[in-house]
C-alpha cells in the first residue's frame, strides 16, 4: 500500500511564505509524477503545481502567478511546493497526489494552508 503524506502547511500572514512537503512511503517506487491540487469548500479541486519524475514543472500560473516553486528530491521520495508571496485567496485544504499512469495514483490526506489578511 503506497502512502502519501502532506506536511508543512499552517497559518501565515498575507506576504508570508510556507514549504509544503509530498513524502511517499515507498522507495523503490519510480516513474511517477507529484502534483499539489487545492481545495475550498463548496469549490472543486483544482490543480496548482506538478512535477514529472524527470523534473519537468507545470504550474497553473493563474495561481501561481510567479510565486511558487516545485522541486524534487529523489533521495528522500520528497517534493516540496515552496509557496511565497501568499495571499488570502491561497487560503485551502492542499493535496499532494502522485500519478503513475491516469488509472494508478494516490493522495495524500490534505494540509491546511491560512493567509490572513
Known amino acids: 500500500q503506497v502512502h502519501v503524506e502532506d506536511a508543512g502547511g499552517g497559518l501565515v500572514q498575507a506576504g508570508g511564505s510556507l514549504r509544503l512537503s509530498c513524502t511517499v512511503s515507498?522507495?523503490?517506487?519510480?516513474?511517477?509524477?507529484m502534483t499539489w491540487f487545492r481545495q475550498t469548500p463548496g469549490a472543486e479541486r483544482e490543480f496548482v503545481a506538478g512535477?514529472?519524475?524527470?523534473?519537468?514543472?507545470?504550474y497553473d500560473e493563474s495561481i501561481v502567478e510567479g510565486r511558487f516553486i516545485a522541486s524534487r528530491d529523489y533521495a528522500k521520495n520528497t517534493a516540496t511546493l515552496q509557496m511565497n508571496d501568499l495571499k488570502p485567496e491561497d487560503t485551502a485544504v492542499y493535496y499532494c497526489?502522485?500519478?503513475?499512469?491516469?488509472?494508478?495514483?494516490?493522495w495524500g490526506q490534505g494540509i491546511q494552508v491560512t493567509v490572513s489578511s
Open positions: 497526489n502522485i500519478k503513475f499512469t491516469a488509472v494508478n495514483e494516490y
Open positions: 512535477i514529472s519524475w524527470y523534473g519537468k514543472r507545470l
Open positions: 515507498e522507495p523503490t517506487l519510480s516513474n511517477y509524477s
